[in-house]
């Protein structure tokens, strides 16, 4: 990701914006969590983005710590493709999500980047790259419920967490992912596959620099300590430990300096970045290239095979039918509904297979097949579209995804006839 050193940094488009995906209806008893699926499928649909592969960078973490002012230096990084000079001069100012300092969350649900990044990574293919805002969890408005919910969401549906926390790595910071780790479990028993892919978790303001550095190194270091397996823990925290070590492809760690005495009290503070400490902008320039560098980008990855953007639609839609609920869904549901989703994302995926090759076959204006050559390339291109189907590893093994095999069958051979009808209407 490298441009020449000349070209001037580019600042945020003004109709790029947050747009809210997921809303919390506060005025509601049960506290319902609604789905904008059009805004979602408006953003990830674009002919443009559908199709690539898509890496999801979601920031979670308590309210009121600068999870949004964090994201704001992730849009300037990839607006400006990682050049060298990506943060600007000194006078500039961060746009982005809109954040605020104070006492009053700002971000409520979970907000998209309207824009969708491509980023063209060291092996030439481009991939798309989706940033991602959650509510300021844990603070008098949320229930507990909403807050889990909302974490739940954010860590199912994105490929990296950036998990953001204040000092330093407390327990209870360790005991939010404890559902996930029995989740974790349950798909690590069901198919062998590592359920969850990055989980960074990132210490701002940190105090201790003189016992461990600031940045990645000393951040792995404290990140070590706390998830080290004593004989002296109760055995519920070592069993955390244990399976959050083994429910994750990767987990590290990053620590941040206080942004500096200006950001923390002033209210006029609009993010200027000459106001902000210099050391922690030093270091946000490391952590950064850590996260978005093209050769860092983790791309979504479900049953072995990467997510498509327009996939991710899918997913969103079928976790939220199970948080309808007054209680947290148990982990065996949650894993009954990644299955399922699994597999209707395959389903999708043949299927569309199949039509754009019937298409091009003998759809539209295109001439008229004999009967006998039509079955023949008809026979090969559900052949085709079988494998497309069978070639995600199934949670959940070949039992559940039978029936939908089977739907598949059914709906093709169903837009067969519609092909065969339209073929013969040629035949003149």
Known sequence: MSVEEDKPVVKISVEDRPVQIVKIDDESETHNFILDEEALDEILGRDE???????????????????????????????NQGSEEWMGPEEGHLDGFHWRGGMERDTTGILMWSKIFLVKTPTGREVAVALVDTQGSFDKNSTVRDCATIF?????????????????????????????TEYGRLALEDSGQIPFQKLQFLVRDWQYPYEEPYGSSGGDNVLKKQLKVE????????????????CFSDMSNFLLPHPGRHVATNPNFKGNLNQIDEEFIEHIKNLMPSL?????????????????AKEIVQY???????????TMPEPKSMLEVT?????????????????????SLCGGERPYLNQQQLDIEHSQIVASALAEFDSRKKLGGEESSLQYREQLATEIEKSYNHYKGHNESKNI
Do not use: W
């Open 49 to 79: 983005i559908r199709d690539k592969p898509i890496c999801i960078i979601s920031v979670a973490g308590a309210f009121r710590k600068g999870k949004s002012f964090l994201l704001n230096f992730m849009l300037r990084y990839l607006e």
């Open 152 to 180: 739940a969401l954010s860590l199912m549906t994105s490929s990296v967490l950036v998990y953001n926390l204040f000092n330093n790595i407390q327990e209870d910071d360790l005991q939010h992912l404890h559902y996930f």
């Open 231 to 246: 004989e002296k823990q109760h055995p519920e925290l070592q069993a955390l430990r244990k399976g959050l070590s083994s």
């Open 292 to 308: 978005l560098s093209s050769r860092n980008l983790v791309v979504k990855a479900m049953g072995g095979k990467e997510v498509k």
């Open 316 to 326: 969103y839609k079928s976790y939220m039918e199970i948080f309808k609920g007054n």
């Open 339 to 359: 299955i399922e989703a699994n597999n209707l994302v395959s389903l999708a995926s043949a299927k569309e297979l199949y039509m754009a090759s019937m298409e």
